[in-house]
């Protein structure tokens, strides 16, 4: 993808020392309003990571300027047109010293009072900005597997000494309506493990994959588009297309992580709410509902829909079919620029189209899709990119053994290299908190891989309100196998449930409720059928072990998950495809 033209910087980011250049700015008391003029009513600009303490390092020592005032974040805000701004509280001492932790004291007196879940009251007078205190996790224990984000929680209560994150997401996700995950997310762009572990600046989010696969996290942070490491293409899509790939849904967004003194927004994340009122409880709720499209400056702006659904949308099809969709650019009071506009299919562009546009111009892109298999597509130019919108065909989940299968392999290598990381007192946690994100990748895994002899699949996944749950196995089917396990994806996240195992088949499947039930419960309780309770964890994974006795070579199963809804959708039952099975 081309670009002709520079990213623009403030003039008065040339004035040295850096906070004199935001001095500069806020004496003149102007900026160009160069946001595009026609984006859509309910979208949203936000960042979702500013700061009011700010870090320079005077070589070894860390010596930083005076924090921000939130009036002076708010004013910031107004000058460079962010509407919903998070002011995370971290503790910059600590980047220089992981194993004594210093400025804790600090943190707790100063700062920790700061988050409450409410709005600052520097902007509760202004209706058009939000300005709303968070946490970053840095300069903390745990930052050492990467940095975290925890938005729109009522406290910053967390372990301070914890060791890793799944912890810390636990306490803030508490709160309910907390949005949390990885700040300045990237990658290895390439299917390579990482080049290094416990690199000095701690910046990969190294348990990234694990903490989205146990349900522990939601989102991974962009703060930049042209992310590089010597060697190796590093880049934030890395990161989240794998994720995509393997059958995750990370929230995006994008934050500034403005402590050098750069300014607030110049990268930034559009959410689309149902109003076009600021409120931060609304931005982070449509963030987390994938509704979001980033820009790493403020004026361009990136719109998607396909088939008229906005972005973090499902589109269910019966069978492969061709989607139309539409992506609109919209460029503010800028110099023109020139750029190509593409569409990416589960990580490969499948349509594309230059264009040359004038300042407040916009440009649309009408384009059409093949899809034949569950996947997800987004839009991007040089300097924006949408959120997925997801595509079910025959209510089969997103799974590709190609991403699935790495995310796996690299649970095995950063396993195998703990020993770069302080994980004194919390080893064996860790592991096991790894080795269950890998047995969530290689259930996803292997549903894109061919079933073992004697299984086949039977029917669909029903009733599910967040995309197809699914049935699957981990070993042979075959007499004597006493560490067959049969698991569950992608079901509700800490949900009850059944497993449902019978002698006999309803091949059409049984409706019930909402859903279809394929194994035949029409005979006597533990004679034909037994239903045995089943649970959910965090990330909607479940697997139970059934041990298969030497002596059953040729017995028919038929086997299903069967899950409790929460009603939010009007739905109160779901249940995965089945399993058909006659034992090698």
Wanted: proline letters at 7%; one cysteine or more.
């Amino acid at each position: 993808m081309q670009r002709l033209r520079a990213h623009r910087v403030h003039p008065a980011l040339s004035i040295f020392p850096a906070s004199l250049a935001i001095a500069a700015i806020l004496a003149a008391g102007a900026v160009a309003q160069n946001m595009p003029t026609s984006i859509p009513p309910g979208w949203i600009s936000g960042d979702t990571h500013a700061h009011m303490q700010k870090c320079r390092f005077c070589g070894s020592t860390f010596c930083p300027d005076p924090d921000e005032t939130p009036a002076e974040l708010y004013a910031e805000q107004v000058l460079f047109q962010v509407a919903v701004t998070s002011n995370l509280i971290w503790n910059p001492p600590g980047i220089l010293d992981h194993d004594n932790l210093p400025g804790l004291d600090e943190f707790a007196s100063t700062y920790v009072p700061m988050v409450t879940g409410d709005e600052d009251a520097a902007t509760q007078g202004d209706p058009s900005h939000v300005l709303q205190t968070g946490v970053e996790v840095s300069g903390f224990a745990a930052s050492q597997f990467g940095h975290i984000v925890g938005l729109d929680i009522e406290d910053a209560i967390f372990d301070v000494d914890a060791k890793y994150a799944a912890p810390i997401f636990d306490a803030f996700r508490i709160h309910p309506r907390a949005l949390v995950g990885y700040a300045h997310a990237g990658w290895v762009d390439a299917y390579e493990m990482p080049p290094w572990y416990g690199y000095p600046n701690r910046v990969l989010p190294y348990l990234a994959a694990i903490d989205l696969a146990q349900g522990k996290a939601q989102l991974i942070e962009v703060n930049t588009f042209n992310q590089g490491m010597p060697n190796k293409a590093f880049t934030w899509t890395g990161l989240y297309y794998k994720l995509l790939n393997a059958g995750l849904r990370p929230v995006l967004v994008a934050g500034s992580d403005n402590c050098d003194w750069t300014t607030i927004g110049y990268i930034r994340c559009y959410a689309l709410t149902d109003s076009s009122t600021p409120s931060y409880d609304r931005w982070t709720a449509a963030a987390a509902a994938g509704r979001t499209s980033l820009a790493y400056n403020s004026a361009e702006f990136l719109q998607l829909t396909l088939e008229d659904h906005p972005v973090g949308d499902q589109i269910d099809l019966a069978a492969p079919a061709t989607l139309h969709g539409k992506a609109t650019f919209h460029l503010g009071a800028v110099d023109p620029i020139s750029d190509t506009l593409e569409i990416v299919q589960d990580g490969q562009v499948v349509s594309s189209e230059p264009f040359t546009l004038s300042g407040n111009g916009v440009k649309e892109f009408a384009f059409s899709v093949d899809v034949a298999r569950s996947g997800w597509i987004v839009a991007r130019t040089f300097e924006t990119h949408t959120a997925a919108i997801y595509v079910v065909v025959d209510q089969k989940p997103i799974a590709r053994a190609l991403d699935a299968g790495y995310w796996s392999a690299y649970c095995d290598d950063i396993s195998a290299h703990l020993d770069h990381f302080d994980t004194e007192g919390s080893t064996q946690a860790i592991l096991d908190h790894i080795a269950g994100a890998k047995r969530v990748f290689d259930a996803l895994a292997a549903l894109d891989s061919p079933l073992p002899a004697g299984v086949s699949r039977l029917g669909t996944a029903s009733g599910s309100v967040r995309g197809p749950s699914a049935i699957g196995i981990d070993g042979a089917a075959s007499a004597g196998n006493s560490t067959f396990k049969v698991n569950c994806v992608d079901a509700p996240p800490s949900a009850e449930g059944w497993f449902i195992l019978g002698l006999t088949k309803v091949p059409a499947g049984e409706k019930h409720q909402g859903i279809r039930v394929y194994v035949d419960t029409s005979g006597k309780l533990n004679e034909t059928f037994t239903v045995v309770p089943v649970h959910s964890n965090e990330g909607g994974y479940c697997e139970l072990s059934i041990p298969i006795p030497p002596n059953k070579q040729g017995l028919p199963a038929v086997a299903q998950f069967v899950w409790r809804e929460d009603g939010s959708a009007g739905r109160w039952l779901s249940a995965t495809d089945a399993l058909d099975a006659v034992v090698q």
